[in-house]
């Protein structure tokens, strides 16, 4: 069964009534819909409460959306009433069938401006509050989508024109079925037959009952392609699942074989499932020793959310939290050329190689450091999983590439030169290091600066390969900046503008963190601080496994 970060689900929604007002739920009937606002939700949500009527020997009889909308009617239990814990519950069983639907972003986000921007009067009243006018006006379909692409806050002002990826709480819920309005009568035709399979599926088309249609589509032909870059740019989370998703729906219809798997009292076969059904396995490496807390919390946080984790080593390894898996580092990469950083000592050169040879053996894996915590599930859609750390650098504290990735193969052949000469310096810089080669004293890598087979070299390729798209803003993966690491031993509430529903993990800059936290508080964090209440979650007791830094001595 499948365990749900209740804190990381909820943060998808402005508030939690927003939450109860999107999950529709029957335990009688074991189905769960999570409603998508401008993704057929008033055709879905009618269809089910007619069947559910016409079940209980009921008329199911509304005349507008809003009465559509604004009441159960009697037919399934409010979700307010069942509270969070019962829905979560729901959530994870299995024996619930999960659904939703999703809408080709572009399409969606039309509609969302011809319904509710150019003749909808409170969603724009609300955005223009937003934005600080109290003034009522007008707002063409072209500053629509640059407010949306500068605002922040605009993005989460109305629900029919939010990421879909956060309505349907994408990453957090493994869902049965995921279907598109664009093929609707047969995805809902499908939900339909699975949910109620002794009545022949009918749906309720509220288009045509409720006159509820949006004539959008012309609205394209005034999109410049600068435009559709900052469409794409907005809602590129949202293009990622929709593609993948409907690519699998247009699969599964056109098998033969998964067509007469289908069966109403079945779940779906393998093939129709477009969400993964297992989360990605997370790997990591110590070389030797004992791991201290912090590395424990960091590992134990992603085996709590549901993760595999194997820990590599090269060495005997002390203190592994129950769970994770060892293994022998030689098996990826052999010893006999580590590397260490000249400066520092660190072989965070070889730590580096070690990664990259990694997610080329061994594809769908994702990397992640032992001091990068889990705030919520890792997923993707494409094998990409990596983010900015600043405006300049990509890090790979945490990193997955697909196998077949430009930016891996020449990141692999990069790091097979000891003795090399960065593509990226500076022409000047190029041609004193060619000097030194021609003069047969090349500077080895493990003097160069640090993170030149890590964050430099990676962030290169990526921009040279394209791959760069990819990369996730700053929130996701490195919201609190190395510079600002000793706010993590502060109260949370320090750093939770950065920590966000779109945050996946949390670095906390293991090296420097343990000497702080060793010179200025014995070694073990102050009670309330953020650092201090994971701990106290997953259960893991700091004096029980030490930091092994010696403070300094004071010569004053």
Known sequence: MMSINQRAL??????????????????????LYMKNHKAACSTVIGS????????????????????????????????????????????????????????DPLSR?????????????????????????????????????RILHEVSIALDVDRHWREQVKEISFFQIQYDF??????????????????FPADAPSIYDSRKLLS????????????????????????????EMYDNISKKLKRAASSKTSAQALSPKLKWAPSIIPVPDKLPTIAALWIEGDLSYMEQLCLKSFIDVGHEVILYRYGDVGR????????????????????????????????????????????????????????????????????????HLANIGVLGLPADSTALEQLLEFCEEDYPIPPWYEPQKKSELQQLHDAGIPPHVSTFEWGLWGPRAF?????????????????????????????????????ADRITSNTYSVHFYGRRMRKFLVEKHNGIPPAHTYLAELLEKHGIKPEKAPIPYKPKTNTN
Request: hydrophobic share 35%.
């Open 212 to 239: 509820h249609s949006t004539s959008s589509m012309s609205l394209a032909k005034e999109l410049s392609k600068v435009d559709h870059a900052l469409i794409r740019k907005i809602y590129s989370d949202d293009f």
């Open 178 to 195: 995921i279907g598109c309005v664009e093929t609707l009568d047969q995805d809902l035709t499908k939900v339909l037959s699975q949910i």
């Open 320 to 391: 592994v939290p129950k769970g994770v898996t060892l293994a022998d580092g030689r098996d990826v990469l052999t010893d006999n050329r580590m590397i260490v950083h000249e400066k520092t000592g660190s072989p965070a050169p070889h730590a580096d190689h070690f990664r990259y040879k990694l997610l080329q053996q061994n594809p769908g894996i994702i990397w992640a450091d032992t001091d990068a915590y889990c705030v919520q599930p890792f997923r993707t859609l494409n094998g990409h999983f990596h983010g900015w750390e600043s405006r």
């Open 48 to 103: 089910l409460y007619s069947h559910i009527a016409r079940s209980n020997d009921q008329v199911f009889e509304v005349q507008t959306l809003d009465e559509l909308h604004k009441s159960r009617h009697g037919l399934i239990e409010k979700s307010q009433k069942l509270g969070v814990p019962k829905l979560v519950q729901a959530l994870e069983n299995p024996d619930i069938f999960k659904f939703t639907f999703i809408r």
């Open 459 to 495: 962030t290169h390729f990526l921009k040279v390969t394209g791959e760069i798209q990819f990369s996730m803003p700053v929130e996701a993966l490195y919201p609190v900046a190395f510079r600002d690491r000793r706010e993590l031993v502060k109260r949370p509430e320090v750093t």
């Open 109 to 145: 986000i039309l509609s969302a401006y011809a319904d509710k921007i150019a003749t909808g009067d409170k969603q724009r009243m609300s955005l223009l509050s937003k934005l600080g006018e109290t003034n009522d006006r007008d707002i063409s379909l072209q500053e629509f989508i």
């Open 10 to 31: 909820l943060a998808n929604y402005t508030h939690k009534r927003h939450f109860f007002q999107t999950a529709h739920v029957d335990l009688n009937r074991k189905f």
